[in-house]
């Protein structure tokens, strides 16, 4: 067996718990319970972390960063309804894990992060696993003008105030998933209506800051 697949088949049942854990918590689309039940966790996280990998919590990555519980990636996953095909833009790669997520739901995925350590530790993980994706380094609360419009746009950092640039990157009927605040947080989903994006609170959340270099 290929090595990369081989270490799909670590922790497998850990995983389907994950899943049913997920699925418990109200988890309903049932292409994103598969998308855990396929990408490895514990190959996102530090080796020290593998043994914590599929509980639904967040973990350190380095660089003062870390991959966000496994129930915030499939409630951003599911309120962004993504389709085989469509082209999403991540906001934060981190670990690479929710990068992967989406490839597994079959997006076209670009994914930034500012931190070029995390973005090449992410890139060869994905490359052993065999996800095609594009990874950029840069300031992801300016989007991706050069490969916009997307169909959806997931920001894994909080945001002061949603970032107008990103606005401007979806199609018509796009949605935005957005964390906002500092001490207190929620998550928002906007989607694109003509020239209004019409807004959801969907409830609180606790993500690291976007770091907004260009404000
Ligand atoms: N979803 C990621 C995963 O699966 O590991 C976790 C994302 S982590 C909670 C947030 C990431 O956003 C960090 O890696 C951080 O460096 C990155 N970040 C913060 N501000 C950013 C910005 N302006 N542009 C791009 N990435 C940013």
Partial sequence: MPEHLKLTTDFRR??????EQLREEGVQDLAVLHAFALVPRHLFVPDAMHHRAYKNTPIPIGDGQTI????????SLELAEIHQGDRVLEVGTGSGFQTALLAALGADVYSIERLTSLS???RDTLLTLGYQVHLEIGDGSLGLPSHAPYSAIIVGAAAKKPPAALFEQLVEGGRLIVPVGTSNQTLYRYTQRGAEH?????GGARFVPLIEEST
Avoid at 14 to 19: G, K, Q, S, Y
Avoid at 68 to 75: C, D, K, N
Avoid at 198 to 202: A, G, H, K, N, Q
């Fill in 68 to 75: 966000s519980s496994p129930e915030i990636h499939a409630i």
């Fill in 14 to 19: 850990d995983r389907l718990r994950l899943v």
């Fill in 198 to 202: 019409i807004r959801e609170r969907i």
């Fill in 120 to 122: 090449n530790r992410a």
